[in-house]
């Protein structure tokens, strides 16, 4: 299976720390998507990273996409209370397939 | 600018009764994706369409369960009879042109169907 596999499955943080979570994958990719999911609400797109990129940032969003290790990794920086949700990663292999990860659950604490 | 609406919002319906989602993607995307998010199996796709037509259904559990997209505004996800085991929150998500799995995915913010 290609699923991908995030860690931790849950994180507790106080508001202003770093947060990161981990992606780990199977297969071949073409790229790496993170996802953010609030409670009771659909998934909310972050970041794309294809497999021959190795760093993207958007505002407080780091990814890294390591293919040698088949993982990725998504740092918030300077995390706030309304960070606070759940996290996904989803793989997509050529168009082949497209699988989500099941969830880091990140609570940021004020 | 809408995003992608689904409705109902929440259906509690009896087993053996016949459930229908909708779904109307974000206008102009040619992908749709129809998803079943429960605690046991996470996110799992169930099947998606490209310019209305169907691409890939490997994701659909059963025979009870259908999709269909009749115009490019509007898709349903149908299960005939629905089982207790078919509760979960389903979401309906869309993404623009271009080889739809690489592409960004806009997503509803679902249907919490409980089968009683």
């Known amino acids: 299976s290609q699923q991908g596999e995030e860690d931790p499955q849950a994180l507790s943080i106080q508001e202003g720390e770093n947060a990161t979570m981990n992606c780990s994958y199977k297969?071949?990719?073409?790229?790496l998507q993170w996802y953010r999911q609030n409670s009771g609400r659909g998934l909310v797109h972050l970041i794309l990273?294809?497999?021959?990129?190795r760093e993207k940032h958007s505002g407080r969003l780091r990814v890294t996409l390591d293919t040698s290790k088949k993982s990725s990794s998504l740092l918030i920086t300077a995390s706030r209370a309304a960070d606070t949700a759940s996290y996904f990663c989803?793989?997509?292999?050529?168009?082949?397939?497209?699988?989500f990860g099941p969830g880091t659950r990140l609570s940021v604490l004020p | 600018d809408a995003g992608v609406i689904q409705s109902p919002r929440h259906e509690v319906t009896e087993m053996g009764q016949e459930v229908t989602l909708r779904c109307k993607p974000i206008?102009?995307?040619?992908?749709l994706f129809w998803y079943r998010q429960t605690m046991m199996r996470g996110l799992e796709l169930l099947i998606y369409?490209?310019?209305?037509?169907?691409?890939?259904d490997s994701g659909m559990p059963e025979d009870r369960f259908s999709a269909k997209m009749p115009n490019a505004s509007f898709s349903t996800l149908k299960i005939q009879p629905s089982e207790p085991r078919d509760s979960a929150v389903y979401f309906c998500?869309?993404?623009?042109?271009?080889?739809?799995?690489?592409?960004?995915?806009?997503f509803g913010d679902g249907t919490r169907l409980s089968i009683l």
């Open positions: 297969t071949s990719i073409n790229n």
């Open positions: 369409f490209n310019n209305n037509v169907p691409i890939d």
């Open positions: 206008s102009g995307h040619d992908y």
């Open positions: 998500a869309s993404s623009p042109e271009g080889t739809g799995l690489n592409q960004p995915q806009h």
């Open positions: 990273i294809r497999s021959n990129e």
């Open positions: 989803a793989t997509s292999n050529y168009g082949q397939n497209f699988v």
